[in-house]
């Protein structure tokens, strides 16, 4: 046997490793044993990982459960507008006959739409800005979406605000909506008790305590005279907003593991909230009137334009998309995961949600314009009118009046903090990802956040606040939303790939399903994406493309992190080798 020796040396023969564009740090290497023992020498390979560095070993954070991500998902759609918006577009626009544009929409843009930023979000495990190294040119629109997150963020936490400073109301025994004999009624004032109370005998306009309680008892409306004359924040709306902004932050500082909890009360309450109201309802006096009105078709609203464009628009609002909201939850899924199935589960509970919560809406309504002898045109409304007087109002009259009030105040409470929760998200995981400080810093970020949010939600709860609100509610969250969402579209079905049947390539490998399906490529998803060329910057040019050798199989050219594919266009690509390792040889006694 040679003599004992046991000395490391690189092997001559292996060339040096090549080194990728893209990748630093330490590399693999292949250990080789090499024992020699009458002249004969017995290797055995192994082959060795290199120590991570701290940032390499910590992966991005997942959701806990399946479920967790569902109902986060869910609790962002099915929101406040499930309840005040889609019943009243579905009674003024033909009744049942407004569910052939609804379905419509849904099926060619609500769907397709969904899954998209579900699978953009998963593929790149990224914020609403990160996404878009797809493209670089259009990172702007994943700022844009944020910041449009965070203008909702400054009205919609005043909803939740006044359904707070409700349910604190109605911890008594007669609810201050009630009769007229409080400090904030107006000699206008008519019991809401007594019928007929819409006008005085001398023809004066009449209100309900209901709404006086609104506008004068919360708003102070009558202490303003317009955006010119706001006044100062009202102590009692700044103390919900607060409890509502530390609600907030407690649920979001330590990212997707304590929201994901959260969700399990929030997305679930409003559920059995609207089942036990539902079962009150349909007892009511006048509720199977008020559901048949809900339900009446009249198809000769379908020649309407305005029936389809109201259709369109509350499929966009209700999925939230366009809000970056998807794209932030999804981006904490596992890579692998079916966002196929979620974007069909998700948007058919949205769906039924709406349609369903109609039924509880147009109950009370029935019951209230009986009440009142009145049609049910003259108390259905919509927004916060519906929810903060039509609906307190009809509470009253019930037995047990303070305990409904309190139960539906809380389905309220929790139906708009899961969707602050979403809107909120999206503003801290886009700008985290983009800026690895924040990154690190998670909770004083979401701090930050929270109390700019605050600060300026302090100009709607004001004497003059409604003003503000109603600036906001109608232009910082209407067309710019539509156009984020066209900008998205022409970003990933134009520049990303060929077409959205390419991005539907990314969807499979994220455990979708594979460009062909109808749902996420429609005719018209196809028309536009059916190029045969990529107009993007990342085209090689001519020259480059004539360089390269031809390849049997369907190029794939790695750019900007991801696997393109060139699949009809003829495109050589040379495949990439992966880069060798290192052999090191220990020569054992």
């Known amino acids: 046997m040679s003599e004992g020796r046991c000395s490391v040396a690189l092997m001559s023969s292996t060339a ?3 080194k990728e564009a893209n990748a630093t740090g330490p590399k693999a290497m292949e250990l080789v044993l090499v024992k020699e023992q009458n002249g004969v020498q017995l290797t055995n390979s192994t082959l060795l990982n290199p120590p991570q560095s701290p940032t390499e070993a910590q992966d991005r954070e997942t959701w806990s459960k399946k479920a967790d991500f569902l109902l986060s998902v869910i609790g962002f759609a099915v929101d ?105 009624n107006s000699p206008r004032c008519s019991d809401a008790r007594a019928p007929n109370a819409s006008a005085g005998t001398n023809g004066t306009l009449r209100t309900t305590p209901a709404a006086e309680y609104f506008e004068r008892g919360v708003l102070h409306l009558h202490e303003s005279h317009g ?37 399990w009360i929030t997305a679930t309450m409003p559920y059995v909230v609207l089942f036990a109201l539902l079962l009150r309802g349909i007892t009511l006096p006048g509720a199977v009137d008020g559901i048949r009105a809900y339900l009446s078709v009249d198809f000769h609203r379908l ?14 609002f209700s999925l ?58 003259d108390v259905a409304k919509d927004g916060p009118g519906l929810i903060f007087i039509i609906y307190p109002e009809a509470l009253a009259t019930l037995p047990l009046s303070s305990v409904w009030a309190v139960v539906f105040f809380v389905m309220l409470l929790t139906l708009g903090i899961d969707s602050a929760m ?15 400080l924040l990154h690190r810093h998670r909770e004083l970020f979401t701090l930050l956040v929270v109390l700019a949010t605050f600060l300026l939600s302090l100009f709607c709860v004001t004497n003059g606040g409604i003003y503000v609100f109603t600036l906001l509610d109608h232009f910082a969250a209407g067309t710019s939303i539509l156009f984020g969402v066209l900008m998205e579209v022409i970003g990933v079905a134009w520049f990303y790939e060929t077409g959205l049947r390419h991005h539907a390539g990314d969807g499979a490998r994220t455990g979708g399903q594979r460009g062909g399906a109808p749902v996420h490529a429609p005719p018209l998803a196809r ?63």
């Open 527 to 589: 028309g536009v994406g059916g190029w045969r060329r990529r107009k993007s910057c990342w085209l090689p040019s001519a020259k480059t493309r004539a360089r390269r050798a031809p390849h049997p199989r369907p190029s794939a050219l790695r750019l900007a992190g991801h696997a393109r594919v060139f699949p009809r266009t003829g495109v050589p690509a040379v495949p990439r080798e992966p880069p060798r390792r290192p052999r090191v040889a220990v020569y054992l006694p």
């Open 303 to 316: 020649c309407e334009a305005s029936v389809w464009i109201d259709a369109a628009i509350q499929i966009c």
């Open 80 to 184: 406040l507008a499930n309840v005040w918006r889609f019943p009243y577009l579905c009674y003024k626009n033909g009744g049942g006959a407004f569910l052939v544009p609804y379905l419509f929409f849904m099926v060619v843009a609500g769907v397709p739409l969904f899954y998209m930023e579900l699978a953009l979000g998963q593929f790149n495990r990224e914020g609403a800005a990160g996404v878009w190294k797809i493209c670089p040119i259009l990172r702007g629109v994943g700022y844009a979406v944020i910041l449009i997150s965070l203008y909702i963020g400054f009205f919609y936490n005043v909803i939740i605000a006044w359904a707070l400073h409700y349910l604190f109301s109605s911890f008594t025994a007669e609810l201050p909506w009630t009769h007229c004999n409080h400090t904030w």
């Open 16 to 18: 040096a490793p090549a």
């Open 422 to 436: 979403g809107g909120m998200e999206s503003v801290i995981t886009g700008l985290a990802d983009e800026f690895q």
């Open 320 to 377: 939230g998309v366009g809000l970056g909201v998807l794209i932030a939850f999804s981006s904490y899924n596992k890579f692998t995961n079916n966002c196929y199935r979620d974007a069909i589960i998700t948007t058919s509970v949205n769906s039924l949600t709406s349609f369903s919560s109609g039924f509880v809406v147009f109950s009370f309504l029935g019951y209230m314009a009986q009440k009142h002898s009145v049609p049910i045109g």
């Open 227 to 263: 955006l010119d004359d706001l006044g100062p924040p009202r102590w009692q709306l700044t103390s919900c907003l607060v409890l509502v902004i530390a609600l907030l932050y407690f649920s979001l500082w330590k990212g997707v593991k304590t929201s994901g909890k959260v969700v």
